[in-house]
């Protein structure tokens, strides 16, 4: 299988490239803002989806989109694809699907309350422990009472009963106090306010729709649109790790394939590690490190390369730096930091050529043969097919008009959960508070008769009367709420210790 040309060695006059059964192997594209990060990272998407490798990535500045239009092809570009000896080199589109959190610039992202799970939900709204603690009860308190928590509003009506319920479930549960509760509740009407709304509910995003393959053996590439998102970086951080985590629970064992399932493009990858506790960047770790055998490859993209943790970083096989520009101590530290994790190159001062590398260059190692780290090279970065820059509302409308999914997503569905099901409950009770005593029979109800003796005394028993219930009724919700249960806990899925799809 060909190799993904990632430019041309400026110090040994050779091909750089990544070889595709390392592609699972992950890997980092960094440099200063202004660099050409945008470009490789648009080559190596192209590249992977030539391969018939669907990739997923963030479009943070709105360029990325320029992946689903076939670039001008000027001389400039063509001049440059031919020195560095890109074969057959065209200008031409890759097979792209917009994707949008807020449902505006591609297909709704939505997944379910229950699927994001408290931990997620947890730092999503920035809880401390003591509120967090309050969440993971109002979860277990669903699926205990069979209560399916698909949306905001379901989240809400939880919140509302365990408030009201105070007492009894701090005696079962642990102890909840009203503040937490109110607390959780403004931070839910701020994420409501966010534009955070419309990211829970349902059709949940299928993983089967990220990882397809076009008509023509090429991958598709799944563009999430992140201009306003990066605006909310807990919110940005958090769904892509959800997604990630999502593959990793999910994605069965495959161990070393020729070429990776799926390619996963974290743009802004501070974001993911900014703030987080140490359980969370522990988890972090654990997914990246695993993930690998699921045949993913994950691709963080970043300014700095500290900007990754060390124990995450030493993951990262393949590695892109663009220029660093040495202007404050820290620069001069990730200068240091990036010269010293390059496999040497007798050739090269990496520390002296990282200040000093154009627009477009960048010093590349890649995993060759056997897993070995290449030594690094001073590359010129092959151009993009794809247009470099951003896409006119015309042209976006047309591929997302165009894409097969628009059917499947583009709708929401607003199915009976928590919500409604509580809401019928509290209906049905005050109901039964206002109605007369009934006698039940022949599915019919029928106003009582004033009769007395036993005839009375065992239809009461059996059928209940207007404030009790009867045997009947009782045995038919208890088993009723049994059924429930069994299939909450099938269905219910939480990231981290909860409940799986």
């Keep these: 299988m060909d190799p993904i040309l990632l430019g041309k060695g ?18 980092l594209v960094a440099g200063a803002t202004g660099t050409g990060k945008t470009v490789t990272l648009m080559t190596l998407a192209e590249g992977f989806s030539r391969l018939g490798v669907p990739v ?11 992946l689903a239009v076939a670039g001008d ?9 031919a020195q560095i000896g890109v074969a057959d080199y065209a200008p031409g589109a890759s097979p792209v699907v917009f994707w949008d959190l807020y449902g505006k610039l591609g297909h709704p992202v939505r997944t379910t309350v229950s699927e994001m799970g408290p931990t997620l939900i947890g730092r999503i709204l920035e809880l401390n422990d003591t509120q967090s603690g309050v969440l993971d009860i109002v979860f277990k308190l669903a699926d205990d009472r069979g209560l399916l928590l698909l949306d905001l509003d379901d989240l ?25 509760v109110a607390a959780i509740q403004r931070a839910l009407l701020r994420l409501a306010q966010d534009g955070g709304e419309g990211f829970f509910g349902e059709p949940a995003l299928e993983l089967a729709d990220v990882m397809r393959v076009n008509h023509d053996g090429r991958g598709v590439i799944g563009i999430l649109a992140a201009d306003q998102l990066i605006l909310k970086p807990r919110l940005y951080a958090t769904f892509l790790l959800w997604l990630l985590s999502e593959l990793f629970e999910n994605l069965p064992e495959v161990g070393d394939l020729d070429k990776p399932r799926l390619a996963f493009i974290f743009d802004e990858a501070h974001l993911l590690f900014d703030d987080a506790p140490p359980a969370l960047q522990q988890r972090i770790e654990q997914v990246v490190r695993l993930i690998r055998s699921k045949g993913v490859g994950v691709y963080f993209c970043s300014q700095f390369p500290d900007d990754v943790p060390d124990n995450i970083l030493g993951q990262l096989g393949n590695r892109v730096q663009h220029a660093l520009r040495a202007y404050t101590p820290r620069d001069q530290k990730a200068v240091k930091t990036a010269a010293e994790t390059f496999v040497p190159n007798p050739k090269l001062d990496v520390a002296a050529t990282l ?5 477009g260059e960048a010093l590349v190692s890649t995993l060759q043969d056997k897993g070995v780290p290449s030594p690094v ?15 006119s509302e015309a042209e976006r409308n047309q591929v997302r008009a165009a894409s097969p999914l628009g059917p499947r997503y583009d709708q929401a569905v607003n199915r009976e959960s928590a919500t409604e099901m509580l809401a019928a409950r509290a209906q049905a009770a005050a109901d039964g508070a206002q109605a007369p005593p009934a006698r039940r029979g022949g599915g019919k109800q029928e106003p009582a008769r004033e009769e007395g003796g036993f005839g009375k005394a065992v239809n009461d028993v059996l059928f209940g009367t207007g404030r009790r219930q009867g045997v009947i009724e009782a045995s038919s919700k208890q088993a009723a709420r049994t059924i429930t249960n069994q299939i909450v806990r099938g269905i219910l899925g939480g990231l981290f210790g909860g409940r799986k799809r």
């Design 10 to 27: 400026l110090t040994d006059d050779i091909p750089v490239t990544l070889l595709p059964k390392y592609g699972n192997r992950h890997g």
């Design 56 to 66: 997923f990535m963030a479009d943070v500045k709105g360029d990325v989109a320029g």
């Design 73 to 81: 092809g000027n001389e400039k570009l063509l001049q440059r694809a």
């Design 156 to 180: 809400r009506a939880l919140l509302a009963l365990v408030a009201e319920e105070r007492k009894a479930v701090s005696a079962e549960y642990g102890l909840v106090s009203a503040q937490s």
């Design 355 to 359: 200040s000093q590398l154009g627009t």
């Design 377 to 391: 090279q001073q590359t010129m970065v092959a151009p993009p097919r794809c247009r470099m820059g951003a896409i």
